[in-house]
């Protein structure tokens, strides 16, 4: 049976989704803790955030095809 | 240095006050900048609603070729579609906006630079907007899909199975619309930055730069202060600086300008972020020191069976890091193009639903919102690249035993200095 791109697609958004939340919900928990170390917390956030980010879009870009 | 700060401190507020008092002349040009992208629109159904002329418009079509075979009758979603993709490609040719109705194109050449036996140039416009085939010396020419194919004096194209050409493609060295924009990019650049160096050498680096330089100049501290030092590390990060600014800036104005409705994707072309990429790459690999390469061959404080296990995966990660900087950058902003052609393609898409007016609002509202969600993602994609390159290059560069009481006994105030953890 072949499974449609867009299934794919939309299980790579979710599992994004997933991660994204954790990584969120964890740096705010960080953050409410110590906010003194807000703005390095932020940075490993965003860090982990793009590079999560980058695997999402390259499972896109490879499964469009 | 205190008062230094202060008083530049009072100097910005009263021009911030000078320049942002005029609300209304603000207002209106966010509503114009707002507004302009709709010009890459206009007139895109025009067609579709006049039957006749929608008829014409195809005989027209196949009348050049078979080209354009698919031009049955296009609904308004496929032309839409049709749209997004042209733009998302690199062009031979500057269009800014383009009237269906009359066949009109508003735009500007470019030089067409091709190898093919021998030098090749001539201009853009002998295409014809890809409806004609362009002679060069006795050879033909003709564009499909913004590629440029050798064909015969008739102008056949024969497809494949897959819809590509058969024919040969010679090497393309065409001055593109991405190319222009490259080119541009750098010359602003280039001025700006060298009036922010011309300043500092005339007034010593503790004087308050004039112009336009105090924005720059925070910048350039802010990727010094928050990118380089921290991941590259005290001793190596000046020998970086460069290249790092570069592509930070080049990065953000590219975003930046492929929010304007020029029509420009330069970021979002998978090949420039290839070759970004691979400067970081290749720049990581060459500045590494013997325990960056100790860490991938031989992974010291392991056991012999996992060293060997882990080489592979450490050789593969290499690989890895650059390829994820370039798809990271490319995907995202070809993804924010795309939503945010998509959102201005409401107008047309929901017109009966929504009415007119309706529909247009709807539109304004979602592209206005994603166009400033964007405004976030170009700065943020210029920082995150330049952030994980000097993330790469200080794991190359940074020595590991010794690092600490280097950098911690004399390194500078503010950076030694934990912040006071409190005991939960």
Same mark, same amino acid.
């Given at each position: 049976m072949e499974i449609p791109n867009l299934v794919g697609a939309g299980l790579i958004v979710i599992g994004a989704g997933v991660g994204l939340g954790k990584i969120g919900g964890s740096a705010m928990d960080a953050i409410a803790r110590q906010p003194e170390a807000a703005g390095k917390i932020q940075t490993a956030m965003i860090i982990i955030g793009a590079l999560l980010e980058g695997l999402a879009f390259g499972a896109l870009i490879l499964g469009k095809n | 240095m205190y008062l230094c700060a202060k008083f530049q401190d009072c100097k910005i507020k009263k021009v911030s006050k000078m320049v942002f008092n005029k609300q209304f002349l603000k207002n209106s040009l966010t509503a114009l900048i707002v507004a302009v992208p709709l010009i890459s629109f206009a007139n895109s159904t025009q067609d579709s609603v006049h039957g006749g002329e929608e008829a014409y418009h195809t005989a027209k079509l196949e009348k050049h070729g /078979? #080209? !354009?075979? +698919? &031009? !049955?009758? &296009?609904?308004p979603a496929e032309k839409i579609n049709d749209h997004i993709s042209h733009h998302l490609q690199d062009a031979h040719e500057f269009v800014f906006f383009s009237d269906e109705a009359t066949d009109e194109h508003f735009g500007f050449p470019l030089p067409v630079i091709l190898f093919d036996n021998g030098l090749k140039v001539f201009s853009s416009a002998k295409f014809n907007h890809g409806e004609s085939i362009a002679e060069a010396d006795g050879n033909y020419y003709k564009l499909f899909h913004g590629k440029i194919y050798k064909t015969d004096a008739a102008g056949e194209l024969p497809l494949d199975e897959h819809h590509h050409p058969k024919n040969a493609m010679p090497l393309d060295f065409s001055i593109t619309k991405n190319v222009v924009s490259l080119l541009l990019t750098s010359l602003l650049i280039f001025l700006l930055f060298s009036s922010l160096a011309k300043g500092f050498k005339k007034k010593g680096p503790n004087a308050l730069p004039t112009g336009f330089n105090r924005v720059l100049e925070p910048l350039v501290i802010y990727v010094r202060d928050e990118i380089a030092r921290p991941n590259i590390? /005290? &001793?190596?990060?000046k020998k970086f600086m460069p290249y790092l600014l570069t592509v930070f800036f080049l990065i953000w104005t590219l975003n930046l300008l492929g929010l +304007?409705?020029?029509?420009?994707n330069v970021t979002g072309n998978i090949a420039v972020t290839v070759c970004l990429a691979l400067f970081t790459f290749v720049i990581t690999q060459f500045s590494a020191n013997k325990e960056y390469w100790g860490h991938i061959f031989w992974m010291p404080g392991v056991p012999v069976p996992m060293k060997i296990v882990l080489a592979p995966i450490e050789i593969l990660g290499m690989f890895t890091k650059p390829f994820s900087l370039l798809i990271r950058l490319f995907a995202n902003i070809t993804a924010g193009h795309t939503v945010v052609m998509g959102l201005i393609a409401i107008i047309f898409v929901a017109k009966e639903q929504l009415t007119v007016g309706g529909s247009i609002g709807t539109s304004l509202l979602l592209t206005l919102f994603i166009s400033v969600i964007e405004l976030l993602v170009a700065f943020l994609q210029a920082f995150i690249f330049t952030m994980l390159s000097s993330l790469f290059i200080g794991m190359a560069v #940074? /020595? !590991? /035993? !010794?690092h600490h009481d280097h950098s911690h006994s004399h390194g500078h105030d503010h950076h030694t200095e934990d912040p006071e953890i409190p005991v939960i």
């Amino acid at each position: 049976m072949e499974i449609p791109n867009l299934v794919g697609a939309g299980l790579i958004v979710i599992g994004a989704g997933v991660g994204l939340g954790k990584i969120g919900g964890s740096a705010m928990d960080a953050i409410a803790r110590q906010p003194e170390a807000a703005g390095k917390i932020q940075t490993a956030m965003i860090i982990i955030g793009a590079l999560l980010e980058g695997l999402a879009f390259g499972a896109l870009i490879l499964g469009k095809n | 240095m205190y008062l230094c700060a202060k008083f530049q401190d009072c100097k910005i507020k009263k021009v911030s006050k000078m320049v942002f008092n005029k609300q209304f002349l603000k207002n209106s040009l966010t509503a114009l900048i707002v507004a302009v992208p709709l010009i890459s629109f206009a007139n895109s159904t025009q067609d579709s609603v006049h039957g006749g002329e929608e008829a014409y418009h195809t005989a027209k079509l196949e009348k050049h070729g /078979e #080209q !354009h075979e +698919t &031009a !049955h009758e &296009a609904s308004p979603a496929e032309k839409i579609n049709d749209h997004i993709s042209h733009h998302l490609q690199d062009a031979h040719e500057f269009v800014f906006f383009s009237d269906e109705a009359t066949d009109e194109h508003f735009g500007f050449p470019l030089p067409v630079i091709l190898f093919d036996n021998g030098l090749k140039v001539f201009s853009s416009a002998k295409f014809n907007h890809g409806e004609s085939i362009a002679e060069a010396d006795g050879n033909y020419y003709k564009l499909f899909h913004g590629k440029i194919y050798k064909t015969d004096a008739a102008g056949e194209l024969p497809l494949d199975e897959h819809h590509h050409p058969k024919n040969a493609m010679p090497l393309d060295f065409s001055i593109t619309k991405n190319v222009v924009s490259l080119l541009l990019t750098s010359l602003l650049i280039f001025l700006l930055f060298s009036s922010l160096a011309k300043g500092f050498k005339k007034k010593g680096p503790n004087a308050l730069p004039t112009g336009f330089n105090r924005v720059l100049e925070p910048l350039v501290i802010y990727v010094r202060d928050e990118i380089a030092r921290p991941n590259i590390g /005290e &001793a190596k990060y000046k020998k970086f600086m460069p290249y790092l600014l570069t592509v930070f800036f080049l990065i953000w104005t590219l975003n930046l300008l492929g929010l +304007t409705p020029l029509g420009i994707n330069v970021t979002g072309n998978i090949a420039v972020t290839v070759c970004l990429a691979l400067f970081t790459f290749v720049i990581t690999q060459f500045s590494a020191n013997k325990e960056y390469w100790g860490h991938i061959f031989w992974m010291p404080g392991v056991p012999v069976p996992m060293k060997i296990v882990l080489a592979p995966i450490e050789i593969l990660g290499m690989f890895t890091k650059p390829f994820s900087l370039l798809i990271r950058l490319f995907a995202n902003i070809t993804a924010g193009h795309t939503v945010v052609m998509g959102l201005i393609a409401i107008i047309f898409v929901a017109k009966e639903q929504l009415t007119v007016g309706g529909s247009i609002g709807t539109s304004l509202l979602l592209t206005l919102f994603i166009s400033v969600i964007e405004l976030l993602v170009a700065f943020l994609q210029a920082f995150i690249f330049t952030m994980l390159s000097s993330l790469f290059i200080g794991m190359a560069v #940074q /020595e !590991h /035993e !010794h690092h600490h009481d280097h950098s911690h006994s004399h390194g500078h105030d503010h950076h030694t200095e934990d912040p006071e953890i409190p005991v939960i």
